[in-house]
């Protein structure tokens, strides 16, 4: 089998309370070559490590990030919801997070979606990475193309991600946007509606964009379900990444594929599976 980079998703989230100290410690163990990880801005302008947008599922608190300053998330423990051997982890800012991953060779960041545009996310989220030396480590992800593109319009050099759903989920995706123009408000309804009927392949999606992403991160059952996937990508000079395959016999295909990384939460089996 070709060499594939094993990015433990979360950190060893399978085995640690995810996004956590803890957990990028672990992936350590169990030879990721890389993480991945979210990044989101609080009320107070702090880049914080969490995936979801409330913090109600991973930690003792209740509420949004973005509604929080720093202190108050600090106050909260991201551990025991894993296990009481877990207590008193806490939340990390991307500042914290950078020094704990100074020996991955690749470390995924994943920007959400801001929820105030006014913000600077992208300059932010760059000039922290750039004082903590690492730079040439790390690939900036995100599903919002337009997030992506501000930051190669800050650093042309940096390494950028394109996330992606599963073509499957796009029916999804498109009621969900009419559910949320019908019951917020949106400047611009018909055009929302209209986007959201928008159905491009993957290859589609790509090309239609205003830069080159360095890497496409699909949901792995598009790569399983179109192999040709990858060389496509290749054939352009994108890197594969898929998310999140945690069954060996479904890593072994995306090898096969030809992938170039694979983000699971499960790396032991994946460095068990690619070292046999």
Do not use: W
Request: hydrophobic share 40%; aromatic share 8%.
């Amino acid at each position: 089998m070709n060499k594939i980079r094993i990015m433990a998703h979360r950190g060893a989230s399978f085995h640690a309370p995810e996004n956590t100290k803890a957990a990028f410690l672990k992936a350590y163990g169990l030879k990721a070559d890389g993480i991945e990880t979210d990044l989101q801005l609080t009320a107070d302008g702090e880049i914080v490590v969490h995936h979801n947008y409330f913090i109600d599922n991973t930690s003792d608190g209740k509420g949004a990030v973005f509604l929080k300053t720093l202190e108050e998330l600090k106050q909260y423990d991201f551990g025991s919801y894993k296990g009481k051997e877990f207590e008193g982890e806490r939340i990390l800012t991307l500042s914290e997070l950078l020094p704990i991953l100074k020996d991955m060779k690749v470390i995924n960041l994943e920007l959400k979606s801001h929820l105030d545009k006014g913000v600077d996310f992208a300059g932010k989220v760059l000039s922290i990475v750039q004082k903590s030396g690492l730079t040439d480590r790390v690939i900036y992800s995100s599903f919002d193309a337009d997030l992506l593109g501000q930051l190669k319009e800050k650093d042309s050099t940096c390494k950028v991600g394109l996330l992606t759903f599963q073509g499957k989920m796009q029916g999804l995706l498109r009621e969900f946007s009419a559910v949320f123009a019908a019951k917020y408000p949106v400047s611009d309804v018909k055009a929302v509606l209209e986007r959201a009927g928008e159905s491009h392949t993957l290859i589609q999606l790509v090309d239609s964009l205003p830069y080159r992403p360095d890497y496409l991160h699909p949901d792995y059952h598009s790569v399983l379900e179109n192999p040709d996937l990858v060389k496509e990508m290749h054939d352009r000079g994108i890197g594969v990444n898929p998310y999140t395959c945690d069954r060996t016999e479904e890593m072994e295909g995306l090898v096969l594929a030809g992938c170039d990384g694979i983000i699971t939460n499960r790396p032991d089996l994946a460095a068990e599976a690619f070292e046999s």
